[in-house]
Nanobody, 125 residues
Framework: QVQLVESGGGLAQAGGSLRLSCPAS????????MGWFRQAPGKEREFVAA???????????YYADSVKGRSTMFRDNTKNTVYLRLNSLRPEDTAVYYC???????????????WGQGTQVTVSS
């Protein structure tokens, strides 16, 4: 069982930046694919970014087009924590952001195994 607890959300100004954190329990964190998703009011949950191993020692990040070029997802395996940094914030980034984990490689995930409770991000114009 993996427990995920997101933090770092809050109110931000358009054009600003924020960093979300997601520490995870579990002894094999380095082997998990980690992901960020978000759900805006009245909309379905959507993919934001994922970080998955490549050859066991390096990782590759995948990004949704909506955040590509202004976001960075990275992990610190010594702290069992994954981060999402969002720059050039826009009002449409307003959503509840969820952290997710799965033991499979990103390209083989259909339904993610574990989810956090989410953290609210509100971007004002």
């Amino acid at each position: 069982q993996v427990q995920l607890v997101e933090s770092g959300g809050g109110l931000a100004q358009a054009g600003g930046s924020l960093r979300l954190s997601c520490p995870a329990s579990g002894r094999t964190f380095s082997r998990y694919t980690m992901g960020w998703f978000r759900q805006a009011p009245g909309k379905e949950r959507e993919f934001v970014a994922a970080n998955s191993w490549t050859d066991g020692s390096t990782y590759y990040a995948y990004y949704a087009d909506s955040v590509k070029g202004r976001s960075t997802m990275f992990r610190d395996n010594t702290k069992n924590t994954v981060y999402l940094r969002l720059n050039s914030l826009r009002p449409e980034d307003t959503a509840v952001y969820y952290c997710a984990a799965d033991e499979a490689h990103y390209r083989r995930i259909s339904n993610w195994d574990y989810w956090g409770q989410g953290t609210q991000v509100t971007v004002s114009s």
